[in-house]
């Protein structure tokens, strides 16, 4: 074998262990990234840290009537990720979640008939380091956010019913993927009525006075004050069979095997990123390995069997991925780097490419 075939062998092995790691890392559950704050109430959420409630929770109000409310006071540290997520386990629906979007809010509903909106967006929810106290109230005639006590967006469109604030309670991550947001949670309370603009009102000043809210207990479904200060508990002030967990291991509750590309669709920049990280890094591998098999081995159909070696490599790895908490297995990663190894093959099949290429590997 000569020194060209032993270089291009050498380097297509550094580049499938390279995107092996990349695709792989960390090859275990790290620990749970959640803190008490060391000043005052609160529980911070670093990069892989989640909560979640040890029994689902459930609704209390009178039947037919579907109004609700919720208050979290929170402060944020990152431009994205999943704040809080309710998950019926049994139908692997997340009926309703609260992420954080830049400097805003994105409040979604996926409880089939509740909505004519799937979501909506409120800006300008944080201001630098300071807490926020944001309150959502609704029923059937629309939805009501209040960010410190302050209207600042009713829409009759978009709608959550008390039923879609129960089941699994997940906080600052999601239910199904490694979506964590960062920052602390200092407050959070679950209504079966809707808050009236006063007792929003007077709930802001309750909590930002003296820590906790002390609104009218009727009608609470839970209550979190975050004021433990230690241990590995949050308990629910109302019902102490579904008191939040700190697991010591990073978790995902349902870990999703290869979701369809329309399912993974965010429009977000971490997510367009994500798009141009997995086709740019398999480029890589389509250059090299096309290189060898065509100029090594001769192999008669050599770009048909570079791609289909990327494809199953990507596969491989996305396999692998559901069984690993920190990443997600998605079909869209599947796509992205198949594409990413066929440019690569394109690239070297250009002949001012496989000109330079000639001219800088010895023979």
């Known amino acids: 074998m000569n020194v060209r075939a032993m270089l291009l062998q050498a380097i297509c092995v550094c580049v499938l262990l390279g995107i092996l790691v990349a695709g792989l890392w960390p090859f275990h559950t790290p620990r749970n990234d959640v803190t008490w704050a060391r000043s005052g109430s609160g529980l911070h959420f670093g990069k892989h840290g989640s909560i979640v409630s040890t029994s689902p929770l459930t609704a209390h109000a009178k039947p037919g009537d579907g109004s609700c409310s919720l208050e979290i006071w929170l402060q944020a540290n990152w431009v994205e990720g999943m704040i809080l997520a309710f998950y019926w386990p049994d139908h692997r629906v997340v009926p309703f979640s609260i992420r954080q979007f830049q400097e805003g809010l994105v409040f979604e509903n996926h409880s089939p008939g509740d909505s004519k909106e799937p979501a909506i967006y409120v800006a300008d929810v944080f201001h630098g380091p300071k807490p926020a106290l944001v309150t959502i109230t609704s029923d059937e005639a629309g939805f009501a956010v209040y960010v410190d006590g302050t209207l600042v967006r009713r829409d009759p469109n978009f709608t959550v019913l008390n039923r879609d604030l129960t089941g699994q309670l997940v906080i600052g991550g999601s239910p199904s993927a490694p979506y964590n947001w960062s920052g602390i949670v200092k407050g959070l309370t679950i209504y079966d009525y809707e808050l009236s603009s006063a007792e929003v009102s007077q709930s802001f000043a309750e909590w930002t006075q003296g820590g906790r809210s002390a609104a009218n207990s009727e009608g609470v479904a839970a209550r979190y004050l975050f004021a433990e200060g230690k241990g590995s508990v949050v308990r629910n002030q109302v019902d102490s069979a579904t008191n939040l967990l700190i697991p010591e291991r990073f978790f995902v509750l349902h870990e999703q095997f290869l979701e369809r590309p329309w399912n993974e669709f965010r429009l977000a920049w971490s997510y367009m990123k994500d798009l141009a990280v997995n086709v740019v890094g398999f480029i890589p591998?389509?250059?090299?390995?096309?290189?060898?098999?065509?100029?090594?081995?001769?192999?008669?159909?050599?770009?048909?069997?570079?791609?289909?070696?990327?494809?199953?490599?990507?596969?491989?790895?996305?396999?692998?991925?559901?069984?690993?908490?920190?990443?997600?297995?998605?079909?869209?990663?599947?796509?992205?780097?198949?594409?990413?190894?066929?440019?690569?093959?394109?690239?070297?099949?250009?002949?001012?490419?496989?000109?330079?290429?000639?001219?800088?590997?010895?023979?």
């Open 285 to 363: 591998l389509g250059f090299f390995f096309y290189a060898y098999f065509s100029d090594v081995r001769n192999a008669k159909h050599a770009p048909a069997i570079t791609i289909t070696l990327g494809f199953a490599i990507s596969l491989t790895i996305e396999v692998l991925q559901a069984f690993l908490p920190t990443r997600h297995s998605g079909m869209t990663d599947l796509l992205t780097n198949t594409v990413g190894t066929a440019l690569g093959v394109m690239a070297f099949r250009h002949r001012a490419v496989r000109s330079l290429a000639a001219l800088g590997l010895p023979e």
